[in-house]
Each structure stands twice: as structure tokens, then as C-alpha cells.
């Protein structure tokens, strides 16, 4: 276990920081938008790691509790009027609350079983959420522009937006960083090598996944308000998106699944990866078998990902890496 | 008598559903592999009959699009899925993932996404009031034909013994002298050309597009774990009961219901029963 006063626990929180820092002192609207997607990315695939990387237990549908997360805190927002902290905070608590409730049945499932349900729950929160009236079924629902002047005007609630997009994914790493650090952490790491075994020696593993379950869903659900708040308007095609819960697994796999640092540089790899060739006439239309070509060629040769590789091959970089 | 009619055309591309969806749990009941190509092949097989049903007779067409659907499965496994085969599920779920982005990446190039449709048709049987076309009919009994031959192969033939074998246990299988991965490659080349066949069969039907594909992969799923994973037969009974829910549902609710129902039996079943319908418990 590394300790707190260690770089590597750092680093991951400080890289985050210092980005957010840096965007925000350049003051600049295109390197804002730019950074948003980027650090949003970074702080989904960090959540998704505490329950894919530490636990072993691969949610294909994640991207679940950034929709309903999403959902809540806009509604609250739209028609409670709710400040936007306030909401994003609430939107957060209720995907951890649903996570919860979803992990009791789920989370008896094991491998490819559970993989298959948490396809199943974010269809069924698609096609629920698009039926559903007070959400505004399938045409979703927008904010009143006159929302935007209690923030100072839409250009300051933009950069606030900002300025917690870079708090919430910042405290998603600090959070992972503390739990792979700690005795919990471990308890999920020994049920990701064998759970059956960590049952025998004292693992409560019912109540350890459920609570990385919750975790890994808050942080999604703060996320999804923010980013609607941002878009000005929230529907269920936009929200449950199983194609982004997959790209995040590939950002998690390509940084290195289990290690802090590794969501954090798959997300940004592979988001950069993607934007050079959408708008390169190359690749343009090819994009996604490139990034497919990537993801087989991670899968089948590099399978601990860019941390667990770098690990690898500089031993010395190890207390640094975590 | 309308809700009859309703449920005669949904059974009848239960049919088909069931067809596909037996491809994914072929492959999974032998190798424990999720296939998450399964959809693209489909949208594949559909490209293929579109093209192969405008020169060709049926009775040529569809058998030509299942050898199409085998051999790129033989492709399929020798490329991504041989060496992730006994690595955990996600190397494998993530490899076969990584196949139906390149499909679809590459099929979204060459076909753009406009939706196409086959102008076939096989006449309208009339049973008194009932009337049923005659590509559903079809569809359904070339379904029917294929699980059979199916079932002959696996249960009659040596290497049809030698996939269940290895489905059983692979090692003994091995130290038995047969050879795994002959087993293996031979059982995801079934599952792959099942897919693309069920991928022709609806292309009868229904108008698609490269990306319709990921639609029906969805409802195998589904399918697969009501009749319980890695069960053939069970896969044709949960076919025909999804096939049952799409007829009879709009009946009396708004279609898009129709999802929220299936998806929410699906995580039932799931957790319930996740030996599925017909399995132990």
C-alpha cells in the first residue's frame, strides 16, 4: 500500500488540478470547451475504474448513471429550480442510491452475466426514461435561458460549469487514489483475483461491491448534470449513449484498468486520438474502424494497458505509477 | 381475432430472432465468449443478401449468405478472438468489440448509412381472415430447417460430438484427442454464419442500415437469457416469446412500451433465473 504522503498518490489529483488551473487562467472559450470534454472523460473513466479496474466486475452500461444522474439534476434544476451545485450534488446521490438498489440483484451476477445486465438496465432506462412524461418522454427537456442569469450571465456559468466539472473529476481521482490505498481497496482487489476466496478470509463482499458500486455511480451522476446543464437540454438518446459506456471501458483499458493514473491518461489518448481524426480528411470517415483497429491491438498484445506497460519496462517509475 | 393475428406475425419472426440469437449462445454455451460482433454480422449478412436476392434465387441467395457468414467467422476468430479465447471476459467482450467497430467503421465508409431495402416479395397466404406474407413464412420456415440441421449436426455427427465435447470440458476434450481449437473456431464460424443468416432473413422484412445490426444483437441478448445462455433450443423458445410480446403488446399499449417490457422481464430473468427459462434453477 502506498502511503499518503507518497508522489504517486499525488500526482494523478495534482496533473488534474494543474490542468484546470491552467485553462482557467488562460481565460480562453475554445480551450475551455476543448478541456470540458477532455477532463469530463477523464472523471467518467476514473469512476467506471473503481468498479471495472479494483473489483474486476465489467459494467458495460455505466454510462447509465451519467443518463439518470443527468436527468435528476436537470429536472431539478428545470422545473425545482435548483441552483446547479445543489442539483449536480443531488443528481449524484441519486445514481448512488439507484446503484445501490441495482447492486442488490446485480451484483450477484458474476462475469459475462453481470456484463449482459448492466446492458439490460441501461436499455431499460432508455426506453423507461423515454415514456416517461415528467422527464418529457422522448423529446427530453431543455433549460429557460433566463436560468443562466442568476450565474451572471451564460459565459460565467459556462466557466463555472467548468470550474466544477475540474472539482468533481478531481475529487473522482483523489477518491479512487484513497480507496486503492486502503484496507476497502484491498478487500476489492482480492475479489477481483478470486471471490471466493476473499470471502473465506473475511471479505464482506456483498457490501464491499455494493459500496464501490455506489462510488462508481456518484460520480457519473454529478458528471451527467453538469454536462446537461452545459448542453442547455437533456434527451434519452443523448443520455444513454451504450456506445460512449463502451468507449470508456476502451479509455480504462487503454490507460491501464486498477492503477489511478491509467483512466486518466486512456481518456486523454483516446479522446485525442479520436478528435485528430475526425477532422483529418484521412481518417475522417474511418474513424471508428481505426479506433477499433486500436482497441483489438491493446486487447490482444497489451492487455495492462500504457501505466501497467511503462511499469513494466522502468521499474524505477513504479513509486510514481500507481 | 386481432390480437390472433398479432401473435401469429410476431411468432413468426420469433422465428427468426430465436435463429440469431442461437448463433450468440451457441458461441457462448462452447467457448464463453459473448460475441459483440454478432450484430455487425448481422448488418453484414443483410448487405450480402441484398445484394446476392437481386441476382439470385432465395433458394441460392440464403445458403450463400450463411457460407459467407462461416467463413467471416473463421476470420473473425483466427484475428481477435483465438488468443484472448482463455484470458478473462473482458479481453474477450473488448475483442469482439473492437471487431464491430472496425465492421462498422469500414461498412459506414463503403455503404453510407442510408437505409435500403430488398424488393422481394413471396406473395400473401390467406387463411380465411388471416392474411400473412409470404416473406414471413418463409423466414420462419427456413428458421425452422436450419435449427434442425442444427440439431442433427450436433447430436449425430463426429464433429458435431466434438463441439459439445469441448463445450463440456475443454482439457479432456483435448487429452480425448480431439483438437480444441478445431472445435472452437468450427463452433464461432456456426454462431457467425447463424448471425448473418438471420441478418439476410429479416432483411426481407424489414428496410435496414449498417447499424440496424446492434438493434437485433440487443434482443438476442435479451433472447439468450430467457431460453438461458449457451442453449440452443432454449434460444428458438425465447425467440418466440419476445417475437409473441412485439405481436400482442401494441395491441393494447403504445409501441414504445414494448422495450421497457422486454428489458425489464430480461433483468428478471436475469436475476431470478439466471439459468434461464428452460434451465436448473
Known amino acids: 500500500m502506498k502511503r499518503w504522503y507518497q508522489a504517486g498518490f499525488w500526482l494523478p489529483v495534482a496533473i488534474m ?25 477523464v472523471g467518467l473513466a476514473s469512476s467506471l475504474n473503481i468498479l471495472l479496474g479494483y473489483t474486476g466486475y465489467v459494467s458495460f452500461g455505466h454510462i447509465v448513471f451519467f443518463g439518470l444522474g443527468g436527468y435528476m439534476g436537470f429536472y431539478l434544476m428545470a422545473v425545482c429550480a435548483w441552483s446547479l451545485p445543489l442539483a449536480a450534488l443531488a443528481g449524484g446521490v441519486v445514481s448512488a442510491l439507484i ?65 466544477l466539472m475540474v472539482a468533481v473529476t478531481a475529487s473522482a481521482v483523489l477518491v479512487s ?12 482487489l482480492a475479489i477481483r483475483e478470486d471471490e471466493d476466496a476473499a470471502m473465506v478470509m473475511g471479505v464482506r463482499t456483498p457490501r464491499a461491491k455494493t459500496i464501490a458500486y455506489m462510488a462508481s455511480a456518484f460520480f457519473p451522476g454529478v458528471i451527467g448534470t453538469l454536462y446537461f446543464f452545459k448542453n442547455g437540454n437533456v434527451e434519452p438518446g443523448d443520455a444513454f449513449q451504450l456506445h460512449m459506456s463502451i468507449e470508456l471501458l476502451v479509455m480504462v483499458m487503454l490507460g491501464g484498468q486498477g492503477t ?18 475526425l477532422t483529418s480528411p484521412l481518417f475522417k470517415d474511418l474513424h471508428l474502424a481505426v479506433a477499433g483497429a486500436v482497441l483489438l491491438l491493446i486487447v490482444l498484445f497489451v492487455p495492462a494497458g500504457l501505466v501497467g506497460w511503462l511499469r513494466g519496462y522502468f521499474p524505477k517509475l513504479r513509486r510514481a505509477l500507481e | 381475432m386481432r390480437i390472433l393475428i398479432s401473435l401469429l406475425d410476431g411468432l413468426l419472426i420469433g422465428f427468426v430472432y430465436g435463429l440469431s440469437a442461437m448463433g450468440l449462445s451457441l458461441i457462448w454455451g462452447v467457448m464463453k465468449v459473448i460475441n459483440l460482433s454478432h450484430g ?34 473463421l476470420l473473425i476468430y483466427g484475428v481477435a478472438v483465438h488468443r484472448v479465447i482463455s484470458a478473462p471476459h473482458l479481453s474477450s467482450l473488448l475483442a469482439t468489440f473492437a471487431v464491430n467497430m472496425i465492421i462498422i467503421g469500414v461498412g459506414t465508409a ?41 440439431y442433427y449436426f450436433l447430436y449425430r455427427t463426429r464433429s458435431g460430438k466434438a463441439i459439445r465435447a469441448v463445450a463440456n470440458n475443454r482439457m479432456a476434450a483435448g487429452l480425448m484427442g480431439i483438437s480444441p481449437t478445431r472445435s472452437l473456431a468450427l463452433s464461432f464460424s456456426i454462431g457467425t454464419g447463424l448471425a448473418a443468416l438471420a441478418g ?26 430467457l431460453g438461458g445462455l449457451g442453449n440452443p433450443l ?36 436475469l436475476v431470478l433465473r439466471p439459468g434461464g427459462l428452460l434451465g436448473e434453477k
Open chain 2, 200 to 225: 439476410g432473413l429479416v432483411a426481407t422484412m424489414f428496410p435496414f442500415t449498417i447499424l440496424s445490426g446492434s438493434t437485433y444483437e440487443v434482443k438476442s441478448f435479451v433472447i439468450c437469457v
Open chain 2, 40 to 73: 455487425a454480422v448481422m448488418a453484414l449478412g443483410m448487405f450480402f443478401s441484398y445484394a446476392a436476392i437481386s441476382r439470385f434465387h432465395p433458394g441460392l441467395a440464403l445458403p450463400a449468405v450463411a457460407v459467407f457468414g462461416m467463413l467471416l467467422g
Open chain 1, 17 to 41: 488540478l494543474a490542468w484546470g488551473a491552467a485553462v482557467w487562467a488562460g481565460g480562453e472559450d475554445a480551450a475551455r470547451e476543448k478541456a470540458f470534454t477532455l477532463i469530463m472523460f
Open chain 1, 99 to 163: 446503484a445501490g438498489l441495482l447492486g442488490l440483484a446485480v451484483l450477484r451476477l458474476r462475469g459475462a452475466y453481470f456484463a449482459l445486465a448492466t446492458i439490460g438496465v441501461n436499455e431499460a432506462a432508455r426506453s423507461f426514461v423515454s415514456n416517461f412524461e415528467p422527464f418529457g418522454g422522448s423529446t427530453g427537456m431543455s433549460l429557460n435561458f433566463s436560468v443562466y442569469q442568476q450565474y451572471g450571465g451564460a459565459g460565467k456559468a459556462l466557466w463555472l460549469t467548468f470550474a
Open chain 1, 260 to 277: 489511478v493514473l491509467g483512466p486518466l491518461l486512456g481518456a486523454v489518448t483516446y479522446q485525442g486520438m479520436r478528435g485528430y481524426m
Open chain 2, 234 to 269: 432454449g434460444a428458438l423458445l425465447g425467440g418466440l416469446i419476445l417475437g409473441g410480446i412485439e405481436g400482442v403488446v401494441p395491441t393494447f399499449m403504445p409501441v414504445s412500451w414494448v422495450p421497457v417490457l422486454e428489458f425489464g422481464l430480461f433483468i428478471l430473468v
Open chain 1, 177 to 188: 487514489a484513497m480507496i486503492k490505498n486502503s484496507r476497502f481497496g484491498l478487500g476489492l
Open chain 2, 110 to 150: 463503403v455503404f453510407s448509412t442510408s437505409p435500403r431495402n430488398i424488393d422481394y416479395s413471396a406473395g400473401t397466404m390467406v387463411l380465411g381472415d388471416i392474411r400473412l406474407p409470404g416473406t414471413r413464412l418463409l423466414a420462419a420456415g427456413a428458421s425452422i430447417l436450419v435449427t434442425a440441421v442444427l
